[in-house]
Each structure stands twice: as C-alpha cells, then as structure tokens.
C-alpha cells in the first residue's frame, strides 16, 4: 500500500473596514484587555474575561461568550507589534464549534494594519491559514459582525 501524505488547502481572508478615530485609539481597542471585553465578537456575544501579554511572544487568552450554548476560547500569541500600525498574532482553532472547523486543530495567523487617512484609520485584517472553505466563510462573517460591534464601541 503507498501512502501519500496531502497538504490541506489553506485559506486566506481579508477584510477592510474605514474607522472615525485615530490608529493609537483603534490599535488600544485590540490591546487594552478592559477595552476589547466591550466589543470583541459577533453581535450579541460576551468576553467575560480577556488577558494580554503585549509582547512579541506574549499571549491572550478570550473567553467569548455565545448568546446561547458553551463559551468559546480564542487564544494564541503575539508575532508582530509596531504601534500604531500593525499587530499581528496566531489564533489557534481547536474545539471551536465554527462552522468548517468542528473537531479540527491548526494554528492560523490574523494581522492587523492600521493605515491612518487623515482623521480617519483604515483597517485591514488579513487572516491566514484556515483549514477549509466554511471555516472562511464562517470567519468573514464573525470578523465583519466584530468589526461593525468595535465601530459601536469607537463611536
């Protein structure tokens, strides 16, 4: 028997979303523990509890909480910080009950650029290395819906 072992194909996902502050204040929203817990996740989810190191190779740890059913982990560790413009970290899937990624593990990697336009900041989150086309799909709709929850907060 011969065996031959597959990659899987991996997906890449980028959103931009146009903010009304500046990229200081938009970069303390993704790095300031008190104030990612106000608008972190899809609408009508919790974070009841997040932690930061802000260090290249410090974590976070998110416990975000559905409107119904089991609190979900996000979790990883940081690879990139340049403030204000770019923060990037790996964003490990495991026992996510997402659509595309149920009973799968992989480390995946979201980065964040800050590009400032006057007063306004431009955001584009590029997260790479999702394991299958659902998993995309499932994560463009959770990043549109916390992006939209973060505009709220920002405003």
């Known amino acids: 028997m011969n065996i031959q072992a597959v990659k899987p194909e991996l997906h ?13 204040r938009l970069f303390d929203a993704w790095t300031n523990p008190a104030l990612v817990a106000q608008w972190f996740g899809p609408s009508g989810f919790t974070l009841p509890n997040a932690e930061i190191d802000l260090v290249v190779g410090g ?7 559905p409107p119904e ?3 979900i982990v996000h979790q990883g560790a940081y690879t990139v910080i340049d403030r204000p413009t770019q923060l990037a970290f790996t964003w490990l899937l495991e026992n996510q009950s997402c659509e595309g990624t149920d ?4 480390e995946t990697l979201v980065t964040l650029d ?25 994560h463009n709709f959770g990043w549109t819906s916390s992006l939209d929850c973060l505009e709220e907060a920002m405003a």
């Not at 890449?12 to 200081?24: G, I, N, Q």
């Not at 974590?59 to 909480?65: A, E, G, P, R, V």
């Not at 009973?103 to 992989?106: E, I, K, R």
């Open 12 to 24: 890449t996902l980028t959103l931009s979303h146009l903010f009304h502050v500046s990229a200081d």
């Open 59 to 65: 974590s976070y740890h998110f416990l975000m909480q």
């Open 69 to 71: 059913g089991d609190a």
């Open 103 to 106: 009973g799968l593990y992989c």
């Open 114 to 138: 800050f590009v400032e336009k006057g007063s306004k900041t431009e955001l584009i989150v590029t997260h790479e290395g999702l394991p299958t086309k659902q998993s995309a799909e499932a």
